[in-house]
């Protein structure tokens, strides 16, 4: 377990931070009377789907627990927009069958990530703060811990975008202040730079089949 939490922690589940600044906490019920349902509710519907993976590591294999996380990563994320914003400037010229060839490798590349990583169940819970912290009109942050029975717990923050779909997860922080996204973000610009989107897609697909143990690739 402290191998999965030490990649958690750090590359995997990511530098900008994103500054919350001159605001008070706001309640769930602030933001669903302000537009549809409560953004605290992806997070903890995701919180529950990892739980269950991680009751299910050692008796399931990588792909049934992959097949059964990737509708909730799908719903839980606006994966386009994480994409497009890990990539920077160069999605937008991208021509649309490399961005479709590229979101394809990412979906598998991000679900695959929280297969690997929530692979295991010593005791662990999940916690959703009953507030959640504004960053403009449609985002906030939503403050999630996981407790360890013997450890301090792992603070797991979710920017929320309340967009068409309701509230989805465009960035998670990992100890309040470590980007997914900016980890993402420069790793994507060295192979987009050294091959382009062939390099990004290749680079992705190593990655999914090393997390797999080469089940998925």
């Known amino acids: 377990m402290s191998t999965m939490i030490t990649a958690i922690g750090r590359r995997e589940l990511l530098s900008f931070g994103i500054a919350v600044v001159g605001a008070a906490a706001w309640r769930p019920a602030d933001a669903q009377t ?81 297969v690997s990583n929530f692979n295991s169940y010593n005791g662990q819970s999940f916690q959703v703060l009953p507030t959640v912290r504004p960053v403009s009109n449609d985002e906030v942050v939503v403050q999630t811990r996981m407790l360890r029975p013997d450890d301090s717990p792992l603070k797991l923050d979710y920017v929320m975008r309340r967009g068409p779909d309701g509230w ?41 089949a090393n997390l797999s143990g080469g089940m998925l690739g």
């Open 34 to 114: 302000a537009g549809g349902a409560s953004p605290t509710a992806p997070a903890e519907q995701l919180d529950g789907a990892l739980l269950a993976a991680m009751k299910q590591g050692g008796s399931t294999s990588f792909d049934a627990r992959y097949r059964a996380l990737e509708p909730v990563v799908e719903q839980v994320f606006n994966l386009n927009t994480v994409l497009a914003t890990s990539v920077g400037f160069a999605w937008a010229s991208m021509p649309d069958a490399q961005k479709a060839q590229l979101a394809a490798a990412f979906r598998r590349y991000t679900v695959s990530s929280y």
């Open 168 to 208: 989805q997860a465009v960035d998670v922080l990992t100890d309040g202040a470590i980007s997914r996204v900016a980890v993402q973000r420069s790793d994507f610009r060295q192979l987009l730079v050294s091959g382009g989107v062939p390099a990004l897609v290749a680079g992705l697909s190593h990655k999914v």
